[in-house]
């Protein structure tokens, strides 16, 4: 084999461009194991975050020729939902916000935990709002999720609700001898995952679309 031969037997192809993967970091756990559950919710929900900076860097609203219900909605998580109570502040929180990091030009975060009487948090949500130009909302997240490494890489497909539309869509993440069930929606004005604590008790995907599409008809209001 010459040369030649050889350059071609081993060329550098670079891989497919990824919109998602140069926004996704993760967070390594720490040595405490009272920690660990947390920091790999907290990674998972970084992903996420990379998601919603992918999305935003291929489909940022800059003109006026976008879909007119673009930015109609924002995000206000209710101070109670569900008999659950809100926090928006904590360890956990600071940390999902930190996986976040800077929030994109024209985007406004949220990172809000719900928590049961004793303190217990029952949700993590973390995502944000602004101007999406999505012509497929359901596929972006769809393929955000598979890329993730949703369990055997299937994303069920559940009943978006209101007020906006769009796309609801959950899965299984395997995690540290586990599973996180997850589930996202996606519209025009937002992005947002809804996730159990890995701590928890388990919840099919079902009964957590439930509480999204709830949570979701509860959180996003007009903008204006």
Request: some cysteine; overall charge negative; charged content about 15%.
């Amino acid at each position: 084999m010459n040369e030649n031969d050889q350059q071609v037997a081993q060329p550098s192809v670079p891989a497919p461009p990824n919109p998602y993967a140069a926004y996704v970091s993760s967070p390594p756990p720490p040595p405490s194991k009272t920690k660990r559950a947390l920091w790999v919710v907290v990674g998972v929900l970084a992903t996420a975050a990379g998601l919603v900076g992918g999305r935003l860097a291929m489909n940022a609203l800059l003109a006026e020729d976008g879909p007119v219900d673009a930015g109609r909605y924002k995000l206000v998580p209710p101070a109670s939902f569900e008999g659950l109570t809100l926090q928006d502040s904590g360890p956990r929180v600071d940390a999902i916000k930190e996986g976040q990091g800077a929030p994109k030009p024209g985007t406004t975060p949220v990172a809000v935990v719900y928590a049961d009487q004793a303190g217990t948090a029952q949700l993590v949500v973390s995502g944000t709002a602004g101007r999406f130009t999505d012509d497929d909302p359901g596929a972006a997240v769809t393929a955000g999720m598979r890329a993730m490494g949703i369990k055997d890489g299937v994303v069920t497909t559940h009943e978006a609700g209101t007020p906006a539309g769009g796309a609801l869509r959950c899965g299984t993440l395997p995690i540290q001898g586990g599973t996180l069930p997850m589930c996202m929606w996606a519209d025009h004005s937002s992005l947002v995952t809804v996730t159990v604590p890995i701590e928890n008790k388990p919840v099919t995907l079902d009964a957590l679309a439930a509480r999204a599409k709830a949570l979701r008809e509860a959180m996003e209001v007009p903008a204006s």
